[in-house]
T-cell receptor, first 114, second 113 residues
Framework: KAGVTQTPRYLIKTRGQQVTLSCSPISGHRSVSWYQQTPGQGLQFLFEYFSETQRNKGNFPGRFSGRQFSNSRSEMNVSTLELGDSALYLC?????????????FGPGTRLLVL | GQNIDQPTEMTATEGAIVQINCTYQTSGFNGLFWYQQHAGEAPTFLSYNVLDGLEEKGRFSSFLSRSKGYSYLLLKELQMKDSASYLCAVSKWMNTGFQKLVFGTGTRLLVSP
């Protein structure tokens, strides 16, 4: 089974621009979660989607948004980029059914904001 | 809110045993995960504990005490390739009725020859 894939792997943007990141979950997985990872803060939860609906949301400003498509692929968007948005953005997929399930992570998108 | 604490960095010698501790305070606790993350790579699943006690999986074991809000990851017969960050993550119930993972900041383990 193919793993979680994320595109692009690397991205350089300037302040004020917007960016869209993509995540394709493991086949059959319906839940996709997004995380931001920085050296100081560790992995911070952004949001989780299941069957095209946002189920949970972290404490990030409204500039961070996401969506999920009917094939479970997910995108996240960051508008009006700030220097502090430079980070590794990871997505993780799981079956998303009742109970706790292991999340499988993609390789991440490393975003640098100049 | 929630609070998850683990040491920032640890060092150990090849062949030795190391224990990485994680303490947590959170409402809606359901279970605890450990992930391994090599530099520049994605986190990979190591273990999951929901009941008190020890779960053993090869060279790695994980322990949970729900009453004490405490977990540890035990790595035996350390190898150089075990040099990585080890992330403790709590699964908790949200007001939405669904669960989410909350991660600690990770423990960077350096294994030396």
């Amino acid at each position: 089974k193919a793993g979680v894939t994320q595109t692009p792997r690397y991205l350089i943007k300037t302040r004020g621009q917007q960016v869209t990141l993509s995540c394709s979950p493991i086949s059959g997985h319906r839940s996709v979660s997004w995380y931001q990872q920085t050296p100081g803060q560790g992995l911070q939860f952004l949001f989780e989607y299941f069957s095209e609906t946002q189920r949970n949301k972290g404490n990030f400003p409204g500039r961070f948004s996401g969506r999920q498509f009917s094939n479970s692929r997910s995108e996240m968007n960051v508008s009006t980029l700030e220097l502090g948005d430079s980070a590794l953005y990871l997505c993780a997929s799981s079956g998303g059914l009742a109970g706790v399930e292991t999340q499988y992570f993609g390789p991440g998108t490393r975003l640098l904001v100049l | 809110g929630q609070n998850i604490d683990q040491p920032t960095e640890m060092t150990a010698t090849e062949g030795a045993i190391v224990q990485i501790n994680c303490t947590y305070q959170t409402s809606g606790f359901n279970g605890l995960f450990w992930y391994q993350q090599h530099a520049g790579e994605a986190p990979t699943f190591l273990s999951y504990n929901v009941l008190d006690g020890l779960e053993e999986k090869g060279r790695f074991s994980s322990f949970l005490s729900r009453s004490k809000g405490y977990s540890y990851l035990l790595l035996k017969e350390l190898q150089m390739k075990d040099s990585a960050s080890y992330l403790c993550a709590v699964s908790k119930w949200m007001n939405t009725g669904f669960q989410k993972l909350v991660f600690g900041t990770g423990t960077r383990l350096l294994v030396s020859p």
